[in-house]
């Protein structure tokens, strides 16, 4: 198993540019997740998904959208990109049985906008 | 709302004991989390602790709780070089709509001096 998979890695934009990342998961978990994470303040919910063709906002979503089409995928997009959105992106699933939710995180996307 | 705050940094040395301090306030939380991030890379689940319980043992890894207080302690015994990383704590947020959303504390940063 690959587990959580993000695509591109790196990538710089202008301001005012669009761009799309990607995750996929491959342990068949419903639910899905999109993190920013800034130095010195942690890790913070964008949006979130509970099942295919779901979403949901989390604690800063503005500025971004996502989409979930197919369970293994959760996208996260930027429809005009600011300087704000400079920051590391992360993706991570877990399991929606009631248990200990435990998230399972991809590598990450460090973007730049300048 | 739901909060979760740990100290930036600790420096230890090789052998040392490390201790982690997280405060957290949403008094129905489920579970409690250790995540541990190495450079370049996204977190990995170290350990858990469920609420009814004040301690939780896992090799060189202790978990303490004090739910009074509101507070979750990491210690790690007989720190080693590969130990140094972000350790994030996380507490689940409560209630009957659990959708597995995690709160993050900021991460501490613990260096390993050989």
């Known amino acids: 198993n690959a587990g959580v998979t993000q695509t591109p890695k790196f990538r710089v934009l202008k301001t005012g540019q669009s761009m799309t990342l990607l995750c996929a998961q491959d342990?068949?978990?419903?639910?899905m997740y999109w993190y920013r994470q800034d130095p010195g303040m942690g890790l913070r919910l964008i949006h979130y998904?509970?099942?295919?063709?779901?979403?949901a906002k989390g604690e800063v979503p503005d500025g971004y959208n996502v989409s979930r089409l197919k369970k293994q995928n959760f996208l996260l997009g930027l429809e005009s990109a600011a300087p704000s959105q400079t920051s590391v992106y992360f993706c991570?699933?877990?399991?929606?049985?009631?248990?200990?939710?435990?998230?399972?995180f991809g590598p990450g996307t460090r973007l730049t906008v300048t | 709302g739901e909060d979760v705050e740990q100290s930036l940094f600790l420096s230890v040395r090789e052998g040392d004991s490390s201790v982690i301090n997280c405060t957290y306030t949403?008094?129905?939380?489920?579970?409690l989390y250790w995540y541990k991030q190495e450079p370049g890379a996204g977190l990995q689940l170290l350990t858990y602790?469920?609420?009814?319980?004040d301690m939780k043992q896992d090799q060189r890894l202790t978990v303490l709780l004090n739910k009074k207080d509101k507070h979750l302690s990491l210690r790690i015994a007989d720190t080693q070089t590969g130990d140094s990383a972000i350790y994030f704590c996380?507490?689940?947020?409560?209630?009957?709509?659990?959708?597995?959303?995690?709160?993050f504390g900021q991460g501490t940063t613990l260096q390993v001096k050989p």
């Open positions: 949403d008094s129905s939380s489920t579970y």
């Open positions: 996380a507490e689940s947020m409560g209630g009957s709509s659990n959708t597995g959303k995690l709160i």
């Open positions: 602790i469920f609420s009814n319980m």
């Open positions: 991570a699933s877990s399991y929606s049985k009631p248990g200990t939710y435990e998230q399972y």
């Open positions: 342990m068949n978990h419903e639910y």
């Open positions: 998904s509970v099942g295919e063709g779901t979403t």
